[in-house]
């Protein structure tokens, strides 16, 4: 079902929208085990109900906007589980779908106001499921990652979200790569990455990051996710700066991933004070990424007062 909330681009403008947070991390605590290179896809074709109803949990708790689970869901990543090409296309067009439901739930169940989905498009490196995606610098050359992203792009859009979330994207190689897929496909676009501290992940200077998306006219919002909150805090103002959009922040809750032990560690550092200051900086999409859960969204939309 298409969206009949006004136009993505018509709520950014009038304030701060709220974003869902971890989509893993509800799945998780429902029971799911994600211990695969497809991670959250997997479950478009196994348990979509499970999908729907982790969906679900965030507009319940206060989120105007649903990130699909189509984040680790590629052509080469379902080619290599033996599913077909044209099966790989259908999976991808029901993550939007899910979201539709769950949000159409949400609407039955009394929540009130415009609910949206996103439709996600992760780098390069989560089809590779090696941690790739937080380095960047692939080796491949930007017509190549633009052919990459494109057919999954023109798949995503055809599934009419309200916006593509070009999201976790470590590398400004990469970003070009995408807002020349992005060209064209009659969908609005938000550009998100990852960083650490001033810099992307593969090391370039924020403001210039940002910068390749200022002329972009499908590209409504700019900014960062997963990353820590204290990395926000300014990532937010120099968004804005180098860009004059609207600027997009959804951070981790603080906690740093351990690769080779495959587990977080330290406590969390997301905390819905911040909000405020994010969007008195610029910020008009704000939500969490990684072990943000309902419970920090709730928060989070109070101090918006969504």
Known sequence: MVSTSPPFADALAAGPVVLDGGLSNQLEAAGHDLGDALWSARLLAEEPEAVVRAHLAYYEAGAQVAITSSYQATFEGFARRGIAEEQAAALLGRSVELAREAAERARAGGVAGPLYVAASAGPYGAMLADGSEYRGRYGLSVAELERFHRPRLEVL?????????????PDAEEA?????????????????????????????????????????????????????????????RVAAEATGKPVVVYPNSGERW??????????????????????????????????VGPEAIAELAAVLGR
């Open 258 to 291: 351990d690769a080779g032990a495959r587990e977080w560690r330290g406590g969390p550092a997301f905390r819905a004070d911040r909000v405020a200051g994010w969007a008195a900086d610029g910020a008009r999409l704000i939500g969490g990424c990684c072990r």
């Open 176 to 236: 070009r790569a995408l807002l020349r897929a992005v060209r064209g496909l009659g969908v609005p676009a938000y550009l998100s990455y990852s960083i650490a501290g001033d810099a992307t992940r593969a090391g370039q200077p924020l403001a210039e990051a940002f910068a390749l998306a200022a002329e972009v006219a499908e590209v409504i919002a700019v900014g960062v996710n997963c990353c820590t909150p204290q990395d926000a805090d300014r990532a937010v």
């Open 157 to 169: 859009a055809a599934a009419r979200p309200d916006v593509l979330a070009l999201e976790t994207v």
